[in-house]
């Protein structure tokens, strides 16, 4: 088969490649297109962490997308890292490709190589528990260091619940074809050898080897024949490669030599298999291992090599049939050891040299680049850092060192204004290399799965939309199940209440887990950018803010994203200043509750009217319910300690559904101008869009235990979205206290609306001029626009009380600074 042609299979949405050597332009060029074009999104790609830095040192071209749209990190090895696996996952199954192909335009389309497939699905089955086992091994080689790696194992296993149950095979299983294979992995106790002549229990007439590079002394060879006594033994070479030690041939007994001739002339035979006949079986050994000690190990050594392999037990007399070997182990193909060209290796890679030349790991979020020294660097703390654009030249971004860094992880503060930077290098006379900088931002970006069908459908009841409803809390609830269908989470959404007939009478988690005040305490200053950090990268509920951002004509700060959470919550404004049961108090009537407005008895309505009335009516119920269940979710993910950011994506979606159903009148006022969408009056209704606004809000920054205190961070800034809905949420609270009332009901929400600003201003802890940064200005002019004229506010009054409750924030802050140091 044509191995690339593999890479556009559909099915999958995560790969892992390991390979010993990398080129990134093939890689890039062949592999990654294929996949993505096919869905699969998550890549990751681990090499020997020296043939890395010989990649990067000017053996293959710079990567153009590395660190972007894959994560390409190093792996260490006693020997040679050298296992070939190709490794996908999709929510339904899974696929092994094993062999002996590195990701190199040569592994890829030039070479001949040997790989062998097996895929499963979701229920237990042989092949599955051998993609298990190799889920087994490739997890161990992941750094939990690592910028980004980590996060994409968790980001496949959450899409991939048959994987996080599935039984890693301990030896050989049956397949589906009635054949049995098991992975063989390179131990400490002992090598490949010993574990496939172990597995071979009866007399071996033949032992066919293919290599592309020996032992001088034929070492691993000799175990092999000592192990399993063949008759005979037979190795296919290619005599015009110097590359078998021919010398040696005769220490092995009943050694055959065999010239490829013309088989598959003009590609290199990189291919590796080792082939015992039997009477019962033929017993196959594929994958990365060479003949040689190094990688084969023998006696009671272990090989010094990482190498994976796979063994398959097959009918007697298949195997050589199979791979097209019959013709070649004829007679007439036989060569004398004379015949060959002097054995002499390749020049050899400067292996040692390129490990001293790792300068560490370099990471991009936000604007915190973050630098985590090799050992190999002296004094990394007095090292200057270049950083580079993609093509490797050199940009005008002068990285500013963090006080709180430390010499084992490095932060530095960087101004991006175009082009971010693709590699970072360390100056100075040790002549480092460039290294990739992981763009951590851009990968949550670009790791998604492909749409549904049924993500397509519910994503289409967005296409033409110009307001926030209550269907796009339809949108987030579908999103979500569909993203998490094996969580805990109920099975179906609470955010949107389902409208119900009126009737016209009364029947109506090693790492300490900061608070977010104690993150945004030691957090640097927002700084806007090309890329914000956007923590809803990695799911479609991104899509989400996108669409928020689309309606009020934001999108300075879109960067697009993915993740998942869950439904709604709670939201009593129990307004509830010092009191225990301030929603108690809501409907008792102490705060903004009115009296129902009375039936105009003297105006008899149309029948065109009374519909809109029932219409305005289940559509400000179910406002209503949506703000209550809200706060009921808030109030059971707070108890868990699962509140994110998602939760305040939420939030902000509700907020600006609010203002979409806002009226700047009453509903005894002129109805001129009022469309059938504007649902909630300014005031005369205990559902008022200052009451209900309040209400929502009070819930997360209001009472004894505002939920702002529970979300866990995952940054050192604040993200780009959390700013969106802080914006948001100062907008609405200057809109209530603006809002164009009666003086009776603009006192009583003074009263209780003030507190509340005040509240949630300090809350979020914003420095004054974060609160007047262009990120959080922005939004609020945005909403200005969407929004003041149906509200009936002033674009100006709400902007100037914005930044006077930012100057009274920052008076308060120097009043506790100087109080502290008194």
Request: aromatic share 6%.
């Amino acid at each position: 088969m044509r191995l690339y042609e593999r890479f556009a299979d559909k099915g999958y949405h995560t790969s892992i490649a390991t390979t010993f050597g990398i080129d990134f332009d093939a890689y890039e060029n062949i592999v990654l297109p294929r996949l993505r074009g096919a869905g699969c999104r998550n890549n990751m790609v681990l090499a020997d962490g020296r043939m890395l830095t010989h990649a990067l040192v000017g053996a293959s071209a710079l990567p153009r997308q590395a660190g972007r749209y894959y994560t390409a990190t190093g792996a260490r090895a006693m020997g040679l890292f050298h296992p070939k696996i190709f490794f996908q996952v999709g929510r339904k199954g899974g696929r092994l490709i094993i062999g002996s192909a590195n990701m190199t335009a040569a592994g890829l389309a030039g070479n001949l190589e040997l790989v062998a497939m097996m895929e499963c699905e979701a229920d237990d089955s042989g092949a599955q528990r051998l993609i298990a086992q190799a889920w087994q091994y490739l997890s161990g080689l992941i750094d939990p260091a690592d910028p980004m790696v980590p996060a994409q194992r968790d980001w496949m296993l959450g899409r991939a619940a048959w994987l996080r149950s599935a039984a890693p095979a301990t030896g050989v299983v049956s397949l589906s074809d009635g054949t049995e294979a098991a992975l063989l992995i390179a131990d400490r106790q002992s090598g490949i050898g010993r574990h496939f002549s172990d597995l071979i229990d009866e007399p071996v007439k033949r032992l066919t080897v293919i290599s592309p590079y020996w032992d001088e002394r034929l070492a691993a060879l000799s175990y092999l024949d000592e192990r399993l006594s063949p008759l005979e033994n037979a190795a296919i070479i290619d005599r015009e490669t110097g590359l078998f030690p021919g010398d040696a041939a005769n220490t092995i007994r009943n050694l055959k030599l065999y010239h490829r001739e013309k088989f598959e002339a003009g590609r290199f035979i990189h291919a590796k298999a080792v082939i015992a006949e039997t009477d019962s079986f033929d017993h196959l050994l594929l994958g990365s291992a060479n003949c040689t000690v190094a990688a084969l190990g023998k006696a009671e050594v272990a090989g010094s090599n990482d190498e994976a392999c796979i063994y398959r037990r097959l009918p007697a007399g298949t195997a050589i049939d199979a791979l097209g070997l019959s013709k070649l182990l004829q007679d007439e193909k036989r060569i004398e050891p004379s015949e060959l060209e002097p054995f002499g290796l390749e020049d050899d890679i400067p292996l040692d040299a390129l490990a001293n030349q790792h300068p560490g790991t370099f990471s991009l979020r936000g604007t915190t680049l973050t630098w985590q020294p090799s050992a190999k660097v002296a004094a990394p703390e007095d090292q200057a850092i270049e950083l580079l654009g993609a093509t490797g030249s050199a940009l005008d971004i002068s990285p500013k060192k963090i006080e709180d860094s430390k010499p084992t992880v490095l932060r530095y503060q960087v101004e991006i204004e175009e082009e971010l930077p693709a590699f970072a290098k360390v100056a100075g006379a040790q002549n480092f290399p460039p290294a990739i900088v992981t763009q951590v931002d851009m990968l949550h970006t670009a790791i998604r799965e492909t749409h549904s069908k049924r993500v397509e459908n519910i994503l289409a009841q967005l296409d033409g939309e110009t307001e926030a409803s209550l269907a796009l809390l339809e949108v987030l609830d579908v999103l979500e199940q569909i993203e998490e269908p094996d969580s805990n989470a109920p099975g179906e959404g609470v955010s949107i209440p389902k409208a119900q007939r009126q009737d016209d009478g009364d029947n109506a988690q090693g790492y300490k887990k900061l608070s977010y005040a104690e993150f945004v305490a030691g957090r640097r200053p927002h700084h806007a950018g090309p890329i914000l950090h956007n923590s809803l990268g990695g799911s479609d509920v991104s899509i989400v803010r996108g669409f928020l951002n689309r309606i009020v004509g934001l999108n300075a700060l879109q960067i697009a994203a993915e993740d998942d959470d869950e439904d709604y919550l709670k939201a009593a404004f129990d307004l509830g200043d010092e009191t225990e049961d301030a929603s108690g108090a809501l409907e008792a009537g102490e705060e903004f509750d009115r009296p129902s407005a009375p039936l105009d008895e003297q105006a008899i309505e149309a029948e065109e009217r009374r519909q809109k009335a029932r219409q305005r009516k289940a559509t400000k119920d179910q406002i209503v319910a949506a703000v209550s269940n809200f706060s009921k979710r808030i109030d059971l993910k707070q108890a868990k300690g699962q509140l994110s950011t998602r939760d305040f994506l939420r939030l902000r979606a509700l907020l600006m559904i609010i203002c979409a159903a806002a009226w700047k009148g009453t509903d005894k006022t002129n109805q001129n101008g009022r469309t059938s969408l504007q649902v909630l009056p300014v005031e005369g209704d205990p559902h008022s869009w200052p009451v209900v606004i309040g209400r929502l809000l009070f819930k997360v920054f209001g009472g004894t235990n505002p939920a702002i205190r529970s979300p866990e961070p995952d940054a050192d800034q604040l993200p780009a979205d959390l700013i969106e809905c802080w914006a948001t949420c100062f907008w609405c609270l200057q809109a209530c206290l603006s809002a164009p009332v009666s003086r009776t009901e603009a006192d009583r929400i003074e009263k209780y609306i003030k507190p509340l600003a005040v509240e949630t201003y300090q809350l979020t802890f914003l420095s004054a001029q974060g609160f007047l940064d262009q990120s959080v200005v922005s939004v609020m002019d945005a909403m200005n626009k969407q929004y003041s004229e149906r509200l009936g506010i002033d674009p100006n009054v709400v902007l100037s009380k914005h930044k006077a409750c930012a100057d009274t924030q920052l008076e308060l802050t120097e009043s506790d600074m100087s109080a502290g140091k008194a």
